[in-house]
C-alpha cells in the first residue's frame, strides 16, 4: 500500500494553464506539506495544513491555492503556469506530534 | 535565521569503502530533531536516520551512522562499507516548531557517487 501519493507524477503543460496536483495519504497524519524542489535539488517547502487549517505559507505567489478538504488529502492548484514554476512537487505528511515526514513520490511539473 | 549547510555538493567513494557527509545547522531552540533523507535517481524521498537533539548518543541504522556534535551544531553521516545502491543526493534536514506546528528545514544536498 502507497503511504503517500501524488497525481500525476508528470505533468507537462504550456505557459498560461491552470493545472492540479493531487495528494492522498493513508498514514492516519494530520499533518500535510507541499514541496518545492527546483533544478538545482533545493527542497523549500510552500505549504503546511493541520487538520484541513493552513498553518505555513512560506511567501508563495497566490497563483498557488493549496486545498485541503480532508485531513488525508492536500491538493495544490496552480493559476496562470510560468517557465519558472517547472521543478519537482512533492507532497508530505507527518503525524502532528511525530518527528518523521513520509513524502509522496513527487509531480514533476514542466512549463514549456 | 534557520538554515541547514551542506558543504560538499558532490562526494565519490569507493565500493566498500567508508565516507562522510557532512552538514551544519543553525537554529536557537534547545529541542529538535535532526535527519538524513537520501533521494535515489527515482527522486522518491527515503528517510536514512533521524537523531532527537536531546539524546547524547549518536543514532546507528545499519550501515548508516551519525556524528552527532550538539554544541557545534553538527550532523555528519557515516556510510559503512558503501554499496553502489547507495549512489544519490543525500538531504540534512532538521524540524523547528513554529505556529503552533513543525517546520522542517532542509539543506542543498550532497551527490554521493559509489564507484565499482
Known amino acids: 500500500d502507497t503511504a503517500v501519493s501524488q497525481t500525476p507524477k508528470y505533468l507537462v503543460t504550456q505557459m498560461g494553464n491552470d493545472k492540479s496536483i493531487k495528494c492522498e495519504q493513508n498514514l492516519g497524519h494530520d499533518t500535510m506539506y507541499w514541496y518545492k524542489q527546483d533544478s538545482k535539488k533545493f527542497l523549500k517547502i510552500m505549504f503546511s495544513?493541520?487538520?484541513?487549517?493552513?498553518?505555513i505559507n512560506e511567501t508563495v505567489p497566490n497563483r498557488f491555492s493549496p486545498k485541503s478538504p480532508d485531513k488525508a488529502h492536500l491538493n495544490l492548484h496552480i493559476n496562470s503556469l510560468e517557465l519558472g514554476d517547472s521543478a519537482v512537487y512533492f507532497c508530505?505528511?507527518?503525524?502532528?506530534?511525530?518527528?518523521?515526514?513520509?513524502f509522496g513520490p513527487g509531480t514533476r511539473l514542466l512549463v514549456l | 535565521a534557520q538554515t541547514v549547510t551542506q558543504s560538499q555538493p558532490e562526494m565519490s567513494v569507493q565500493e566498500a569503502e567508508t565516507v562522510t557527509l557532512s552538514c551544519t545547522y543553525d537554529t536557537s531552540e534547545s529541542d529538535y530533531y535532526l535527519f538524513w533523507y537520501k533521494q535515489p535517481p527515482s527522486r522518491q524521498m527515503i528517510l536514512v536516520i533521524r537523531?532527537?537533539?536531546?539524546?547524547?548518543q549518536n543514532a546507528t541504522e545499519n550501515r548508516f551512522s551519525v556524528n552527532f556534535q550538539k554544541a557545534a551544531k553538527s550532523f555528519s553521516l557515516k556510510i559503512s562499507d558503501s554499496q553502489l545502491g547507495d549512489a544519490a543526493m543525500y538531504f540534512c534536514a532538521y524540524r523547528i516548531t513554529q505556529t503552533g506546528t513543525y517546520k522542517y528545514i532542509f539543506g542543498t544536498g550532497t551527490r554521493l557517487k559509489v564507484l565499482a
Open positions: 495544513y493541520n487538520n484541513k487549517e493552513l498553518i
Open positions: 537523531q532527537e537533539a536531546y539524546k547524547q
Open positions: 508530505a505528511s507527518t503525524y502532528g506530534g511525530g518527528e518523521t515526514q513520509y
